[in-house]
Structures are given as C-alpha cells and as structure tokens.
C-alpha cells in the first residue's frame, strides 16, 4: 500500500457525459500527478499540483481539467466523454524528496 | 519533449535467469530515472532509481546502469523467480524543471519460466 487513495476504483458512464475521479496523497506530500494508462498510449502525464497550484502540465486534453484543494486532495475533471476516454487513470504523489512518485491504485473509467 | 524507447516489449526467461530490460532518452536535460513494476490490474510500484550523478545502483537481485553520453539505462535481475513476472516500465523526467511529470516508456512484459 503506498499511502495514496483513489476514489472511485471503477466508473462505467455513456459519451457525453462529465466524471470526477480523486485522488488523496499520502501524508505530508504537497505534489499531485494525473497519469492516463491506455493500451494504445502507454501511461501518459496528464498534469501535475504542488500545494495547490497547477505547476506542469502534460499531454492532457482541453476537456479535462483539475484542481487540488487545501487539505491536498486533487480532482480531475473529465468532460463531454469519448469512447477514447477509457482507461485507466493514476494519481501519483511525491513529497520531500520530490523525484519519488507513489502511485495510487486506479480509477478504471469505462466510457460506452 | 522527452521520448523514451524501451525494449524488448516482450522479454521471456528460464527461472533463474538473469533479465536485462533497456532504455533511450532523447532530452540530456533529464537527470532522474526510475523504474516501475506493475502487475496485471494493479498500480505501479516503484522497484529502483537512479540519479544522473550515479552510473550504477544495487538493490537485492536488481541493479540499474545509466549511460549518461549515449543517454540510455538499464534493468538488471539476477536469479529471477515466478513473482518477477510483470510489466516492467522505464520512465526519466528532467528534476527541479518546470515539467516534473514522468515520461514512460512503452513497457516490457517479463515472463518467468519455471
């Protein structure tokens, strides 16, 4: 168990539709990252937090879109739905010795 | 950005076995190199790291090897086990930059043979 929660673990919704995966750090870490994992496209860096505020952002989609709150819990936004969208969704956290990355267990987000 | 290649994509061994899993980096700048285990269905789990300012790093059974000049690492297992068997992936990411995400490579399925 590395520390990091996610909720849901699983979401099955229909195209269009509008989800909200999250995402809970360990302990102590400020830092927050959003992977994609698909078949196709390996696992992808989506966007990353730090206590707060967005600091970098990957190869995420102008329909999604997150935040991290002050209790350091982070939320990522996924809007008008394709079947592309299904994957597998991380969210990693790091802390003190910023280069380590723990991954949470996944959201697995199913789009029909 | 920074591209990663790892090979092979499939790596099949004889229980025992050593195991050899390699990458390329395009980006010079990256200088923190990690490697994950992830096993069918659940998250990846870091295994070993390196630093740029380190061209080896011992752990047990598993060792990794940095070239920074041809920009390319690798992952060694020695005396391999049935529960070495998982996708291994490689990942580097430019530390203290602006872009701290990590960049993985395709992943490499290991498979133990008993």
């Known amino acids: 168990d590395s520390g990091v929660t996610q909720t849901p673990k699983h979401l099955i919704t229909a195209t269009g539709q509008r989800v909200t995966l999250r995402c809970s750090p360990r302990?102590?870490?400020?830092?927050v990252y959003w992977y994609q994992q698909s078949l196709d496209q390996g696992l992808q860096f989506l966007i990353q937090?730090?206590?707060?505020?967005?600091?970098a952002k990957g190869n995420i989609l102008e329909r999604f879109s997150a935040q991290q709150f002050p209790d350091l819990h982070s939320e990522l936004n996924l809007s008008s739905l394709e079947l592309g969208d299904s994957a597998l969704y991380f969210c990693?956290?790091?802390?003190?010795?910023?280069?380590?990355?723990?991954f949470g267990p996944g959201t697995r987000l199913t789009v029909l | 950005g920074e591209n990663v290649e790892q090979h092979p994509s499939t790596l099949s061994v004889q229980e025992g076995d050593s195991a050899v899993i390699k990458c390329t980096y395009s980006?010079?700048?990256?200088?923190?190199f990690p490697w994950y285990k992830q096993e069918l269905g659940k998250r990846p789990q870091l295994i070993i790291d390196?630093?740029?300012?380190?061209g080896e790093k011992k752990d047990q059974r598993i060792a990794v090897t940095l070239n920074k000049t041809a920009k390319h690492f690798s992952l060694h297992i020695t005396e391999t086990q049935p529960e070495d068997s998982a996708v291994y992936f490689c990942?580097?990411?430019?530390?203290?930059?602006?872009?701290?995400?990590?960049?993985f490579g395709k992943g490499t399925h290991l498979i133990i043979q008993p």
């Open positions: 990693a956290s790091s802390g003190a010795g910023p280069d380590t990355q723990y």
């Open positions: 302990s102590g870490d400020l830092s």
């Open positions: 937090y730090y206590n707060g505020e967005e600091r």
């Open positions: 980006d010079s700048a990256s200088n923190y």
């Open positions: 390196i630093r740029s300012n380190v």
């Open positions: 990942a580097a990411r430019v530390s203290g930059g602006g872009a701290d995400g990590l960049t």
